[in-house]
């Protein structure tokens, strides 16, 4: 395991990139197995989680070649055999593998999906919309097996239990090939389904409503391959956004997609943290976010995490660095997830002034110097919170097991140096 070594203190300047969306990402290559051929895919993150799930499509046969963020796959020859915990067991995404090896084969054998430690995350929810959809499900000690029973045929309305992202996106993906209509019910409504879904579309899929809380499909016979690019990654963009406005710094973070970070600014506006959005491009959906020095940050009376449009969960983490910064007492209140103030901790040995008050519920008084620690990453959001802390530190942090920041990140450490901050791994 690699350790990241940040010299806290400096401000970050300069502009920086951002990648394209990890959750948007992993749910477009599943999509890929959809239809036998060659896709072109740019804007591809190189992450491990990407790679986790690229060696997943090539145990399936798939071809796979990826190179400065294009990424080139061929479906040809792709065939469906169980999927062991050895693959799956690290990648909460392998999930949506499910709907689109049912959407395509009809049958699909899978190990219990992995990931963080965030929360209760069984897959009940997309079991349930699995049987709702028409298949029949078994389960023994090492994996699920899915099927369409013969009730899968005709109009269907699918009620989630959950506005569950990777349970919508798993109906998508096992609907768009399906012999009938699909209406997906209380549907969640991530900018990432939506991505996912104007990929289908280019495909030739029938869907309406992606980005809503219902969503129309139409079944087809057959899709076609396509050449896409996805999306900015959101919660990158956001995490930039606040190492810019923490360490005082002059930072533009460039072409994002203001839409989808609406809650955001309006809640770093709140704070009274300068920034100004620049829509420098002939496509008007995207912006540059300039960010400048902000001498004073208001506490925010409670940031709510909810589904799309509501605060997003993966930004929670990094706005308590924010917090902690502010000048008052600040309340977070993660509906989402029960094991996602776990990071929490690592600020208080830092000298962050906070208290949890159950697995919900915690609340940050600032503002607070904070103290180079031995601290360790707890998953992947927490992992980006923790460089955002040790960038504002007096003296040296030492983050332990950064490969978990590595799942999401892409060289995070070369792009902050970049803008001035003296971060190194060993
Ligand atoms: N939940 C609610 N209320 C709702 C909807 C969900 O409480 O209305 C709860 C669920 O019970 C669960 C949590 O919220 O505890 C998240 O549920 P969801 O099923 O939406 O999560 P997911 O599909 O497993 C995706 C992302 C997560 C992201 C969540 C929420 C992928 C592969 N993962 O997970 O991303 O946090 O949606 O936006 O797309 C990450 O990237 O670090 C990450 C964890």
Redesign the pocket.
């Known amino acids: 395991m690699s350790k990241f070594l940040i010299e806290g203190g400096r401000s970050l300047n300069g502009d920086v990139e951002v990648m394209g969306a990890?959750?948007a990402g992993?749910?477009i290559i599943a999509a890929t197995i959809l239809a036998k051929g060659k896709y072109q895919i740019a804007n591809v993150p190189q992450i491990a989680d990407i790679f986790t799930l690229l060696e997943i499509l090539k145990y399936l046969k798939a071809k796979v070649k990826f190179e400065n963020h294009l990424l080139v796959i061929d479906t040809d020859n792709l065939i469906n055999r169980p999927l062991p915990e050895k693959l799956t067991g690290q990648l909460?995404?392998s999930?949506?593998l499910i709907g689109a090896l049912l959407g395509r084969f009809g049958e699909v054998k899978i190990a219990q999906p992995g990931?963080?430690q965030?929360?209760?995350?069984p897959i009940d929810?997309h079991l349930d919309a699995f049987r709702q959809l028409g298949a029949e499900i078994k389960e023994d000690k090492d994996f699920y097996y899915l099927q369409w029973n013969k009730q899968n045929q005709g109009d269907k309305i699918i009620v989630l239990p959950?506005?569950?992202?990777?349970?919508t996106?798993n109906m998508i993906l096992a609907s768009v090939l399906r012999n009938g209509k699909t209406e997906i019910h209380i549907a969640?409504a991530?900018p990432?389904i939506e991505d996912l879904a104007i990929f289908l579309r280019s495909m030739d899929a029938k869907i309406n409503g992606a980005g809503t809380n219902k969503i129309k499909i139409q079944g087809v016979e057959k899709l076609k391959t396509t050449d896409y690019q996805i999306i900015p990654d959101r919660?990158e963009a956001g995490t930039l956004i606040i190492a810019g406005i923490i360490t005082k710094g002059n930072v533009i973070v460039k072409k994002i997609i203001p839409e989808h970070l609406e809650l955001f600014f309006l809640k770093i506006k709140s704070m009274g943290a300068n920034f100004e959005i620049v829509y420098s491009y002939p496509d008007k959906k995207y912006a540059d976010i300039k960010v400048s020095p902000t001498e004073k940050l208001n506490p925010i009376i409670k940031l709510d995490i909810?589904?799309?449009p509501g605060f997003?969960?993966?930004l929670q983490a990094p706005m308590a660095v924010l917090m902690t910064q502010a000048d008052g007492k600040s309340e977070i209140f993660e509906?989402?997830?029960?094991n996602r103030l776990g990071y929490i901790r690592e600020l208080q040995k830092m000298g962050a002034k906070a208290s949890v008050k159950n697995k919900h519920l915690a609340y940050i008084t600032g503002p607070t110097p904070l103290f180079g620690k031995k601290i360790t990453t707890l998953?992947?959001?927490a992992g980006a919170t923790l460089i955002l802390a040790a960038l504002i530190a007096k003296g040296e942090t030492e983050i332990n097991k950064v490969e978990i920041i590595d799942r999401?990140y892409e060289k995070i450490e070369q792009r902050l140096k970049k803008l001035g901050a003296k971060i190194k791994r060993i």
Do not use: H, Q
Request: one cysteine or more; glycine letters at 10%.
């Open positions: 990890k959750n992993m749910k909460r995404g999930v949506v990931g963080c965030i929360g209760a995350r929810t959950e506005m569950s992202v990777t349970a996106e969640a991530e990432e919660i909810r589904p799309y997003p969960t993966d509906t989402m997830f029960e998953d992947l959001r999401g």
